[in-house]
């Protein structure tokens, strides 16, 4: 019980350890998009009042939102809001950033785990069969298909399924994200394709790898040697066991996912959180810049969190 008690108490610290690790680097982000959404030039009052827009109405509408103070003055104010819970309020929407987030960011996070469950699905048994054909034409094609993937960005594939399975066949939609549920998943399908694709190929060759290591170990001939089945040996034994380094990259991969669904967004009209930030940036509007990439990066922070505490289920060795 001690023993159980003092593992618990260690994998505590270590994620506690990540989290205050990583707070900098948060601090870090959030400061440098403050600074360079501040420093260019151009004056977002004038661009929503428009040329014609008297002095006094843009001093008033400037001091309204804080903007006539110093930049450090109003950097302090951010912050101070943020450790309320307050993102500040939209200059061109006119709403609170944390509500226009807490409406777009579903979506993103919608589409980002079904490319992420689209990638995995894909990935592990191709990347199984891979490693138990190695070096034969199952593998070279896997092999050559992975590589296609990886080299082919999703602004030229999401228009390419837009032609053949929404223009050509017209069995998908084109653009936005439905209403209801059933109408939600058709709407999902070619954007998390476009965007899952290519974690696939990356994911296939990295289970490709560890299973070929894992397969070459005195511990998976003496399991054969033992007469299991051969199913047995690659998936209970070999498998979970090469799962470790391929969660690293899931992990990973997916705070990518969420800050490049941009592209994908864009494309296909998706209202996600990429799509705000887009239009946040072209109107400089500082404050939902910010509470955008806050919000992705927070998610980053917290995936990577849940792959550490995945870790232990997926590796026994972890646990001891």
């Known amino acids: 019980m001690s023993s159980r008690v003092g593992t618990g108490g260690a994998a505590a610290r270590r994620i506690l350890w990540r989290v205050v690790t990583t707070l ?37 509408l400037r001091h309204a939102y804080g903007l006539d103070v110093p930049l450090g003055t109003q950097y302090v104010r951010y912050w101070l809001g ?88 017209g069995v998908l939609p084109v653009s936005g994200a ?10 999902l ?19 490709r790898t560890s299973m070929l290591e894992e397969l070459g170990q005195d511990y998976i001939r003496t399991a ?21 380094p391929v969660l690293t990259v899931i992990g990973l991969q997916f705070g990518s996912l969420l800050a490049g669904a941009i592209v994908t967004e864009t494309i296909f009209g998706w209202p996600g959180i990429g799509r705000l930030t887009l239009s946040a940036i072209s109107n400089r509007d500082y404050a939902l810049v910010q509470g955008c990439i806050l919000a ?7 995936v990577n969190l849940l792959t550490d505490s995945v870790y232990a289920l997926a590796d026994p060795r972890m646990r001891r």
């Open 178 to 187: 439905g209403v209801g549920a059933a109408d939600f998943l058709r709407h």
């Open 224 to 244: 054969r040697a033992k007469g299991l089945s051969e199913h047995v040996v690659v998936y209970r034994h070999a498998l979970r066991n090469a799962l470790n």
């Open 24 to 60: 900098p680097v948060l601090w870090v982000v959030v400061t440098v998009v403050f600074l360079m959404i501040h420093l260019v030039p151009g004056d977002p009052i004038v661009q929503m009042l428009g040329d014609g827009a008297t002095a006094s109405d843009i001093a008033g």
């Open 189 to 207: 399908v070619l954007p998390a394709v476009t965007l899952g694709l290519g974690m696939g190929a990356i994911l296939t060759r990295m289970v």
């Open 296 to 302: 992705v990066g927070l998610t980053y922070v917290v």
């Open 82 to 169: 943020l450790l309320h819970g307050d993102l500040g309020e939209s200059l061109r929407l006119h709403d609170s950033v944390r509500h226009l987030i807490l409406q777009r960011y579903p979506y993103t996070l919608a589409l980002t785990v079904a490319a992420t469950l689209l990638g995995v699905g894909l990935a592990i048994p191709a990347g199984v069969a891979s490693a138990r054909r190695a070096n034969r034409w199952q593998d070279r094609t896997l092999g050559i298909v992975s590589l296609f993937g990886l080299s082919f960005p999703n602004f030229a594939l999401g228009p390419i399924l837009i032609l053949v399975f929404a223009i050509g066949l």
